[in-house]
């Protein structure tokens, strides 16, 4: 009789842990097992909680084609060797809250995961989704001490989605040929860039007026907020995970995708010392490239602003954090 007791779970090893066993982080999980990326560890530190994620994900293998491992624990060991980290852990927003209202509970949940993630995979790329984003990807980056291109955060990816699904729903084509950007703190200030919004590559600045692109450009800078509003016991999660699933993706891939994503600036934009949405090329080394564009000087402006906002929330979190 053949046995099939030496057969391997997986056609490769890659292997994710992902921080935080709510709702986008066990979205994540299923998204990439979906697509056959990586075995994935799913951590929390509620008891039982990821365990039974797992096992339910577990069970639909046979459904959704994939024969990917998902093993939900509560003990970082697990996590060893990890290729990538993705940190969603944290608090989420609630009805009336910004962003900004989580620094002071997320910003010591990140520093703690951060701290016992980096034992054990000292040698993975991390991707921080907790909020305020683009403040808790620099407290991960100082915590871990990782050169800067192995730490990012998840944020254009999602907001120039959410702008990319505003733009066409308002003209009524195809999400597929729309492509949108946008650039900036993950925030009430974010920047979307209408001159680099396309559809079929035509600017979008050529198909509508500008009251209707502004119109957008505050829908998507609220896009967060207004599901927070609606669902009032929640927010997002779907589209988050996909967006941190595409740069999950990317690198496993290699693919050097040119996405925007929270990285380290060293004179780009005339900005230093801050993590904050620009475009980027995202491959297997994490961050290869932060591409920096030609802004007018209203856009430049408005970046600047936001990287202030965002430098503003560093210093308040590492005063609350007491390392001021």
């Given at each position: ?79 060893a060797s990890s290729d990538i980290v993705v940190i969603t852990a944290g608090i989420p927003r609630k009805p009336g809250m910004n962003r900004d209202d989580l620094i002071k509970i997320n910003a ?217």
């Open positions: 009789m053949a046995s099939f007791s030496n057969l391997p779970i997986a056609c490769n090893d890659h292997r994710v842990s992902i921080i935080g066993g709510g709702k986008v982080g066990s979205t994540l999980a299923h998204r990439i097992a979906q697509k056959n990326l990586a075995n994935v560890v799913l951590l929390d530190v509620v008891e039982g909680m990821p365990q039974g994620i797992a096992l339910d994900l577990m069970q639909a293998q046979g459904l959704d084609y994939h024969n990917r491992e998902i093993k939900g624990t509560n003990d970082y060991a697990d996590t010591k949940i990140v520093v703690e995961v951060a701290q016992k993630a980096i034992v054990h995979s000292p040698d993975a790329l991390y991707i921080v989704v907790t909020n305020p984003l683009d403040v808790m990807t620099y407290l991960a980056w100082q915590t871990t001490g990782l050169p800067t291109n192995r730490v990012m955060g998840m944020a254009g990816v999602l907001d120039s989605a959410r702008f990319q699904t505003f733009i066409a729903m308002e003209l009524g084509v195809s999400v597929t040929d729309v492509r949108a950007l946008v650039i900036g703190s993950h925030g009430d200030s974010m920047v979307p860039l209408p001159r680099y919004s396309t559809v079929g590559g035509i600017p979008i600045t050529e198909l509508m007026d500008a009251e209707t692109i502004k119109r957008l450009s505050d829908r998507t800078r609220n896009g967060g907020a207004e599901i927070v509003s609606l669902m009032r016991t929640g927010g997002a999660y779907t589209a988050p995970a996909s967006a941190a699933c595409s740069m999950v993706e990317a690198i496993l891939h290699n693919q050097s995708r040119v996405l925007p994503a929270a990285a380290y600036l060293q004179g780009e934009y005339g900005l230093n010392d801050i993590f904050i949405g620009v475009p980027t090329r995202l491959g297997c080394r994490g961050i290869e490239t932060v591409i920096e564009l030609d802004l007018t000087d209203t856009e430049r402006a408005a970046l600047h602003e936001s990287a202030e906002s965002v430098r503003q929330n560093i210093e308040l979190a590492w005063a609350m954090l007491g390392n001021n």
